[in-house]
């Protein structure tokens, strides 16, 4: 019955189930066996005490034969006052006494256990009755015949061959539950088995049951999907990262070529800067990716977020701004609220307000403001520029790593389309958000993160200064 599901779940439970019932058999008919013997022992005691009863009558009637009827295993005897054998049943004509003990004075009966009384086999239990008679006492011995500890045969086999046949049902039934139960389960497994990478899109099948396969089936698919669209993702990813590495190699490659077919003519400073340009376009697309790469190892708990200080997000901001003029070409101008901490990585946080000033300096016509406040237990860090801004159904295209938009492309061919990508990452990693939100003109960009527990602590003051 078990056949290729040999050391499965089905033969363990059906073993169990099985065992179990024996073991519960095997009580029931031991406890049934000596409520039985105890019936059946008292029943032959009655029969016993009965007959020897019969035997007083005839000895106070004077009428008690010297042989007595065959008492079916039974063992009786007469003893007079003599103490010589005057009557007993066959088993023990022509022998002596069975047994030596008597009633003590004023008591008519008593009883003992003799292994084995005079004249007999095996352990008996043995009563004796004394008779008052005017030429003394009598005494009558009456020996139960032994019952076997199984009663009888017939009742052990009986017993025996129904809890065989109740344990075998017991198997069977367990057998059927379990191969019903986990049925679903094989076709789950069997599905699962099917699925790889190039035939990703296959679900495993639900049962009707609302039980806990159910929610493993629901489960199973939902991670499916999360696996499907990961897949995905790195497929597009994948597809783009090749086609950005492709272009600066293609193109250094190309004016290699060019140049060599004639190295006489060429101008190899200018064919040096050229190649060095798409190097250093190749660089920082490599760049972007090993920390996108680290970050996607963050946001999965496989790696860490760097070291988190308490940070002062308005002196962040301040000091960003500040950092070598930036070559700003664009009129900056800041709303900086100081005493909104934040706790995080220094190092990445000025990364992401980079990504988004570079970002806001591409697009801006002429001004990019730059505002930082505490909107509760939330820091927010805003970059608006004057430009023409996102329309709604691209704002969530632009956090698409290598998705870049026409405005994007023409203004700076030479962007990686990673930058807003690793600054939402980084928000992330410190359990923000980073989005576009509505604006009168230009391009929102609303960073917020947890501000830290101690800012209620601290003095609030609000700097306006416009920068150039």
Same mark, same amino acid.
């Given at each position: ?16 189930? %099985?065992? #179990?019932?024996? !073991? @519960?058999?095997?009580? *029931?008919?031991?406890? &049934?066996? +000596? =409520? $039985? /013997? ?115 045969? %017939?009742? #052990?086999?009986? !017993? @025996?061959?129904?809890? *065989?046949?109740?344990? &075998?049902? +017991? =198997? $069977? /039934? ?117 920390? #996108?790469?680290? !970050? ?173």
């Amino acid at each position: 019955m078990a056949g290729r599901h040999t050391g499965s779940i089905r033969v363990r439970m059906t073993l169990k189930a %099985g065992v #179990l019932a024996a !073991l @519960v058999c095997v009580v *029931v008919t031991v406890l &049934l066996i +000596v =409520a $039985v /013997r105890g019936r059946a022992e008292d029943y032959e005691r009655n029969l016993t005490g009965r007959a020897a009863l019969g035997l007083v009558g005839l000895i106070e009637r004077g009428r008690l034969p010297p042989v007595l009827e065959p008492q079916d295993g039974r063992a009786l005897q007469v003893v007079d006052p003599q103490g010589r054998v005057v009557s007993s049943t066959p088993n023990l004509r022509g022998r002596g006494r069975m047994a030596e003990f008597e009633p003590d004075e004023g008591n008519v009966f008593t009883s003992r256990t003799l292994c084995p009384p005079a004249g007999l086999k095996g352990c008996m239990r043995v009563l004796a009755f004394r008779v008052y008679q005017r030429d003394g006492d009598w005494t009558v011995y009456a020996a139960d015949r032994p019952v076997p500890w199984y009663v009888h045969g %017939g009742l #052990l086999t009986c !017993l @025996v061959a129904a809890s *065989v046949l109740l344990s &075998l049902l +017991v =198997a $069977v /039934r367990t057998w059927r539950i379990v191969d019903q139960t986990l049925r679903p389960v094989d076709a789950i497994r069997a599905e699962l088995a099917e699925i790889t990478e190039s035939r990703s899109g296959r679900r495993v099948p639900v049962p009707a049951s609302r039980d806990e396969i159910r929610q493993l089936a629901e489960t199973a698919n939902a991670t499916l999907d999360r696996l499907d669209a990961a897949l995905a993702r790195q497929r597009q990813f994948t597809s783009d990262a090749s086609h950005d590495l492709r272009s600066p190699i293609t193109a250094a490659r190309a004016q290699l070529e060019e140049a060599l077919l004639c190295p006489e003519e060429t101008d190899w400073p200018k064919v040096a800067r050229t190649v060095l340009a798409s190097l250093e376009r190749l660089q920082a697309i490599v760049t972007d990716l090993l920390e #996108l790469a680290r !970050l996607d190892a963050v946001a999965h708990g496989e790696g860490t977020a760097g070291r988190g200080e308490r940070l002062d997000l308005g002196d962040l901001v301040g000091t960003e701004l500040d950092r070598g003029s930036r070559g700003k070409r664009k009129r900056y101008e800041r709303h900086l609220e100081r005493g909104v901490t934040v706790q995080g990585d220094r190092l990445r946080l000025s990364r992401l307000l980079s990504n988004l000033l570079d970002n806001a300096e591409r697009h801006a016509a002429e001004q990019v403001t730059v505002t930082v406040r505490a909107e509760g237990g939330t820091a927010v860090l805003e970059v608006l520029d004057d430009g023409e801004g996102i329309a709604p159904e691209d704002r969530e295209a632009v956090f698409q790593r290598f998705a870049r938009l026409k405005a994007g492309r023409e203004r700076d061919p030479r962007g990686t389309g990673l930058g807003l990508p690793i600054a939402r990452q980084i928000a992330r990693a410190h359990n923000g958000t980073l989005a576009v939100e509505d604006s009168p003109r230009g391009a929102r960009f609303v960073l917020r993160l947890p501000r830290d527990v101690g800012d209620g602590n601290r003095p609030q003051e609000r700097s306006q200064e416009p920068g150039t």
